[in-house]
């Protein structure tokens, strides 16, 4: 499709550019915006590795047409530490070490924080629910439910 | 030299003089080692290392992991040996560095060098001290490597031993992290591959041989094209964007001749035996046959291990530079000194022109695509001069990684006198080191079968056993297949371990203190034995069968000691399992809930790492023990997402507890794999100890769950859905031609009606602003656009095939073209096309067309649509001839048809409605048409009247669903819901449009929104009065099955999302689901393989087509599923 002026706010900065609204803003994000923090997983929405929010909602870029977020806020795992400063949840995967070889950490950060927000305080099983169309290969679930925890101040207990 | 100083420890090795270690004048350290990091975290071990025996802070180091022009030469990153082998060298250079540095620092500080201390950077001696960068600053000095350099003791370590967080995660948790698909070229542009049609396989002669053609000029001259490159059946586009490249690559017609059918892998053990192979003996003692004959009791088993994939979450990527012949190869692969070779081989150059810069992927866990991308982005580097990047597609990696290789053990032994006394063990591994895909494709190697010796692996059982024969089948790859965590050693301790637990039972014994009662080695021992203990080992003498209700529980017990390379091969840690399983008997649903692991690996380098293997270890072997498995059939040669290839998730995750037994004094050994091994033992056994019920095939579905129940005569399982099976029968095609025939009859005697002369139209300047907003409202209501328009086509162009049962129908061209469109018709002639379906040249036109609708139009919305059309931009664009059965294609048919069915009254007021209703209904029936799709037809494809009209429908291949009577009023349709519907495509918690509704939508919503309340007034009065919404349905328990699990694989993450309120979930419950409701499959199949591409002016959400990645059977699997779980209120889908 023809590209058209697309204008969405980017971590902060309103952003602008010409762009086929029919590219997925996964492509968008990583290709026109050079953003590394989304991820190309599966293109079909199925492991969560691209999350970004949308809004304040968590979205899976991969299979949002980039045409949908015109005049909306995004944010991605680069936009949660501004400043150079970490986002609690940011922090937390560090203290607890939630990545093993850390490609599908950018979805369970970005969802982490979807969640706290919906839920400040969210016990084990709460975590676990969330996260759970969220796809890691190398085992680290664990780790990355006790990053979750500890972010959301609870203590987590491995 | 450096500028600042420098001093270095290296060593000359045959691809030349390669550094270890080396410290600069501000004391920053480099170190360097030839296995890289494949998310395991061995950079920060390596590190840990380092500084341990140099003396310095860790945040000092920095390790080059697996540049080759940088590293030495180490081998692949396989078998969990790089602490245990590769680092070695690097220790000692690190030591060897630490040394000079302590001696430079005596000389400096005047002090004798054995007081000298060495840490956190610094040379230390009573209290003077100087740094390391000081020492260094202004010395230029290479040192060669002392073999025999001594290192640190153990109980003086300060760094290893200690936890310590990976020292690249910062990066990553930020986003700042450079993995290999991150990687930017300046002047890069981008590859797209082209696969062949044989998904998968490395051998036979049809490989690099089955591209008969293609037809570059269609994509040519489209945006961003730059190259179709070919070379045998390598084939790419390259573009200047990804998304052109693949854009491209999609729509390039390529021409393959078919391969031959597969290997037949539906009956694993029968393809592994009957397979090619050659026997190699690993070991032999006593007599077996004789022991064999002489047993107390014996038995044969047979284990099957299915294929599984390596399954990195991000697909593989690379970029490569030719560089004028000198190429650099930017990848994420787990052997860059390997794959140097392989390239060179590629390309024709000696290996030490490429240069291999390798950075961190996805985790791979063995062989995945990472080699194979680097040699499509070197050949594509090299035809276009350019830097290129190729990122294979989610579906490219699924189909053409070198699977986790199936296995076949068979297994027979004896007991005499409560003892193990024979023992033989044949293993069938098909597998080799998955050669360089890019090398198979050109032609540059031969397609012939290799195999590799890589089946031997833990293949001699730890037990003291009289008599044994030990004999691995070496055998080629039946489809592609390489090494995969636990490689080989997890199937034959799966076998091992399953087998010596039935002896256990079958002596009644407790399993545990039977393997001890075959155990001589005390650290095997002392694992197994402080394992049990920690773990709250039950002893039992036979399995325990516990239940509570429907559930049962188990405990098992395994280990194993992982022993890597070639045969007779390294041992690495050692991993015990004690782990508990809950087994539905009803759905054969199993639960892994707890799982605790003791580990022997000697000196641990970083226990956090340790840990965290170990979970990694557990949680991986138990998805791929009990979800995972490669289905090869006719129609999907393999899984292509996640969808058909479901891993473990988060909300089954079993509680992990682990025990590392502490032996600083022994050398460190691998853990990367260690854990892994014992897993599907272990879980097996738990279930016999749960249910009496041995499964001896992995993966453990609750299908051979609930089988191996029924064999043992437990409870009857849940009924579950079936996917219809036959073939679907096209009835209508002998329907059609009855109804051909009557109409044949009727149709010979009609008057034809005559031509209207062709007459140039007004010119779009001569009509007024208002009637052109007036037509493109009724352009709009009547979704002109939607029809007429074909897809990928120019707007309004027509070409459009409709499907009805007569035959296929193309629609018009409605710009104002002269030859090929409306621009030589009259009004007059646009108004008889429009009222009677007669063309302008006479011809009756198909009632595909809903001319029985325009017909209730009034003369001036007539007008101002005619008017409309001549202003849109000319399109030329013939239109294709209807296809129909015979007699239809005779159009004279449907004069008659007209006769019959054709009502050209126009609509009158009905005074005792309002106004509202009234323009509702002119709209709703007239130019909106809306009958054509939610009416039913007659055996004579008219609309049917009364109370059928508008009770919903089946139009090529969508269910558009009733719009009058009770169904929708017990849906919950009220004015207010079609309303908002009809403005933006969705009714909170009731609908949203799809399919060819959403189209419709994005018309509708551009009207006045007095017409579109209008509508809604209307179309709330034909549901049936006094009929309350019904309850949405409570969902039903299905038991798990295949639509189960591709429901949960492919759909479940927008359509149940654990986390709410995600941008791109489903807006409507799958409860409410129209499609699931319908009369038919058809509307599921559609909209599964098509997905939903919603106009992106409406508030609506798209959803992924499925078509390329599941075959029909998978979607009908899917649609049963839906259908059972979310409208148990009705019957399953009728088969067809």
Redesign the interface.
């Given at each position: 499709m023809a590209s058209r002026q697309l204008r969405f706010v980017l971590n902060g900065r309103p952003v602008q550019g010409e762009v086929d609204p029919t590219r997925s803003l996964l492509d968008v994000l990583r290709t026109d915006f050079a953003l590394k923090g989304p991820k190309y997983g599966c293109g079909k929405g199925q492991c969560g590795a691209c999350s970004v929010l949308v809004g304040g909602q968590v979205a899976r870029a991969c299979v949002l047409r980039a045409g949908r977020v015109a005049g909306q806020e995004v944010t991605t795992l680069e936009g949660l530490a501004p400043d150079g400063r970490l986002h609690p949840v940011q922090q937390a995967f560090i203290d607890r070490q939630g990545a093993q070889c850390g490609y599908c950490l950018n979805g369970m950060v970005i969802s982490a924080v979807a969640l706290l927000r919906q839920d400040p305080a969210p016990d084990r099983a709460r975590v676990e629910a969330a996260l759970r169309d969220n796809l890691c290969r190398c085992g680290t679930h664990r780790e990355i439910v006790a990053s979750v925890l500890l972010a959301s101040g609870a203590q987590a207990d491995d | 030299m450096t500028e600042g100083g420098m001093i270095s420890v290296y060593e000359d090795r045959p691809e030349g003089r390669m550094t270890h270690v080396q410290i600069d004048g501000r004391g920053q350290v480099t170190a360097f080692n030839g296995h890289v990091d494949?998310?395991?975290?061995i950079q920060t071990a390596l590190a840990q290392i380092v500084a341990e025996e140099l003396g310095c802070t860790l945040e000092a180091v920095t390790v080059v992991l697996g540049d080759t022009g940088r590293t030495p030469n180490q081998g692949p990153t396989i078998a969990s040996e790089t602490i245990q082998v590769a680092a070695v060298p690097l220790r000692k250079a690190a030591a060897q560095l630490g040394q000079f540095l302590a001696g430079e620092g005596a000389r400096r500080l005047n002090a004798p060098l054995a007081e000298v201390e060495t840490r956190e950077g610094r040379a230390l001696w009573q209290q003077t001290e100087v740094a390391f960068g000081d020492l260094v600053a202004g010395h230029n000095l290479a040192m060669r490597l002392d073999p025999d350099m001594p290192v640190k003791d153990p109980a003086g370590y300060r760094i290893v031993g200690r936890p310590v967080?990976?020292v690249?995660?910062?990066a990553?948790?930020?986003?700042?992290?450079?993995?290999i698909?991150?990687i930017?070229v300046p002047g890069m542009v981008h590859g797209h591959v082209i696969r062949p049609p044989y998904a998968g396989r490395d051998s036979g002669p049809f490989i690099g041989t089955s591209l008969l053609g293609w037809d570059e000029a269609a994509i040519a001259t489209r945006p961003g094209f730059l190259a179709v490159v070919r070379e045998g059946d390598f084939l790419a586009v390259v573009a200047e964007?990804?998304?052109q490249a693949r854009t491209l690559a999609e729509a390039l017609p390529v021409h393959w001749r078919q391969p031959p059918p597969g290997p037949d892998l539906s009956d694993l053990r029968h393809a592994l035996k009957a397979a090619p192979s050659m026997p190699r003996v690993l070991e032999r003692s006593g007599d077996v046959e004789a022991a064999l004959a002489g047993a107390d009791h014996r038995a044969a088993r047979s284990y099957v291990w299915p294929y599984h994939l390596h399954?990195?979450?991000?697909?593989s990527c690379a970029v490569a530079d030719w560089n004028g012949g000198a190429p650099v190869v930017w990848s994420g692969t787990q052997n860059p000194h390997m794959l140097q070779g392989d390239l060179a081989q590629l390309v024709g150059l000696e290996p030490d022109r490429i240069e291999v810069r390798r950075h961190?992927?996805?985790?791979c866990?063995g062989r995945n695509c990472a080699d194979d991308v680097a040699g499509d982005a070197l050949l594509l580097a090299r035809a276009l001069g350019r830097p290129v990047r190729v990122?294979l597609?989610?579906a490219q990696e699924h189909l053409w990684e070198p699977r986790g290789a199936a296995q076949l053990m068979e297994v027979s032994g004896g007991l005499k006198a409560g003892h193990l006394h024979a023992y033989t063990l044949d293993t069938w591994y098909p597998s080799n080191r998955g050669p360089n895909l890019a090398l198979l494709l050109t032609g540059r190697i031969s397609p012939e079968p290799r195999s590799a010796d890589m089946g031997d692996r833990t293949a001699i059982p730890p037990y003291r056993i009289a008599h044994k024969r030990i004999t691995v089948h070496d055998m080629a790859p039946l489809v592609r297949a390489a090494w995969m965590r636990g490689v080989s050693a997890l199937p034959n301790t799966f076998a091992h371990e399953s087998f010596v637990d039935e002896m256990a039972a079958e002596a009644g014994e407790d399993p545990v203190a039977f393997r001890l009662k075959h155990l001589d080695d005390p650290r095997t021992r002392d694992l197994v034995i402080k394992t049990a203990e920690e773990a709250g080992w039950q002893a039992r003498s036979g399995p325990r069968l516990r239940r509570e209700g429907r559930m049962a529980y188990g405990q098992g017990f395994a280990f194993a000691t992982y022993v890597h390379g070639t045969f007779p091969g390294t041992a690495a840690a050692s991993s015990a399992w004690v782990c508990d399983v809950a087994v539905d008997t009803r759905t054969g649903e199993i639960t892994l809930t707890r799982v605790f692991v003791g580990q022997d690996q000697g000196l641990v380098i970083n226990p956090?790492g340790v840990r965290?293997q170990i979970?990694?270890?557990?949680?991986?072997t138990a998805?791929r023990t009990l979800l995972e498995e490669v289905t090869v059939d006719a129609i999907t040669p393999a899984p292509q997402?996640?969808?058909s290839y479901p891993?473990?998730?988060?909300?089954t995750?079993p509680e992990?507890r682990s025990m590392l037994i502490a032996r600083p004094g022994d050398p460190a050994l691998g853990v990367g794999e260690s854990a892994a091994v014992p897993a599907a033992a272990a879980i097996a056994n738990a279930i016999f100890d749960a249910t009496g019920v041995r499964l001896r095939e992995a993966p453990f579905t609750p299908e051979r769950m609930r089988a191996g129940l029924a064999e043992l005569g437990g409870a009857p399982p849940l009924p579950a859905p079936d996917a219809g099976q036959k073939p679907r029968r096209r009835r209508w095609a002998a329907w059609a031609g009855g109804i051909a025939g009557a109409l044949t009859l009727g149709a010979v005697a009609l008057p034809m009606a005559r031509a209207l002369p062709p007459q140039a139209a007004p010119s779009a300047a001569s009509f007024a602003a208002p009637l052109l907003e007036r037509g493109r409202q009724v352009f709009a209501t009547g979704d002109c656009a939607v029809c007429h328009t074909a897809q990928d086509g120019s707007p309004n162009a027509g070409g459009r095939p409709m499907k009805t049962p007569f035959g296929t129908v193309f629609t018009t061209n409605l710009t104002p073209d002269p030859e090929t469109g409306l621009g030589n018709w009259s009004f007059a002639a646009f108004d008889r096309a429009m009222r009677r379906g007669i063309s302008r040249d006479g011809h009756n036109l198909y009632p595909a067309f809903p001319y029985t609708a325009f017909a209730k139009m009034d003369g001036e919305d007539m007008y101002a649509l005619y008017a409309y059309l001549q202003t849109l931009a000319p399109v030329r664009a013939a239109v294709p001839r209807a296809r129909m059965v015979a007699p239809l294609n005779l159009r004279p048919v449907n004069a008659a048809w007209n006769l019959l069915y054709l009502d050209r009254a126009p609509l009158v007021d009905d005074p005792a409605r309002s106004q509202a209703w009234n323009r509702g209904r002119y709209l709703v029936e007239g130019a909106g048409h809306c009958s054509a799709c939610h009416s039913p037809r007659s055996a004579l494809g008219a609309e049917k009247g009364g109370a059928a009209a508008l009770s919903g429908a089946e139009v090529d291949g969508w269910w558009a669903p009733a719009l009058a009577g009770t169904a929708p009023a017990l849906r919950g349709w009220d004015e207010d819901r079609l309303f908002a519907y009809l403005g933006t495509g969705h009714a909170p918690g009731l609908a949203s449009a799809a399919g060819p509704m959403a189209p419709v939508v994005a018309g509708l919503a551009t009207l006045p929104e007095a017409d579109r309340r209008a509508m809604a007034v209307y179309l709330a009065s034909l549901a049936a009065p006094d009929v309350a919404p019904a309850a949405v349905p409570t969902l039903a328990e299905v038991t798990p099955g295949p639509g189960a699990r591709l429901f949960r694989?492919?759909c479940?993450?927008?359509h149940e999302?654990?986390?709410?309120?995600?941008?791109?979930a489903a807006q409507v419950p799958l409860a409410r689901s129209a499609a699931i409701r319908a009369p038919t499959r058809a509307t599921l199949r559609s909209l599964l393989r098509e997905g939903i591409t919603a106009p992106?002016e409406l508030p609506l959400r798209?959803?992924?087509a499925?078509g390329e990645e599941l075959s029909d059977h998978q979607i009908d699997q899917i649609a049963d599923f839906l259908r059972a779980r979310y409208a148990p209120d009705l019957k399953p889908f009728p088969d067809s």
């Open positions: - | 494949l998310g395991t975290g967080g990976r690249d995660l910062p990553k948790v930020t986003g700042q992290f450079d993995y698909q991150d930017r964007t990804a998304h399954g990195s979450i991000g697909p961190q992927a996805a985790g866990y990122q597609t989610r956090d965290q979970h990694g270890n557990v949680i991986q998805s997402s996640w969808g891993i473990q998730s988060f909300d995750l992990i694989g492919a479940a993450s927008c999302p654990g986390l709410a309120g995600a941008l791109t992106l798209d959803m992924p499925f």
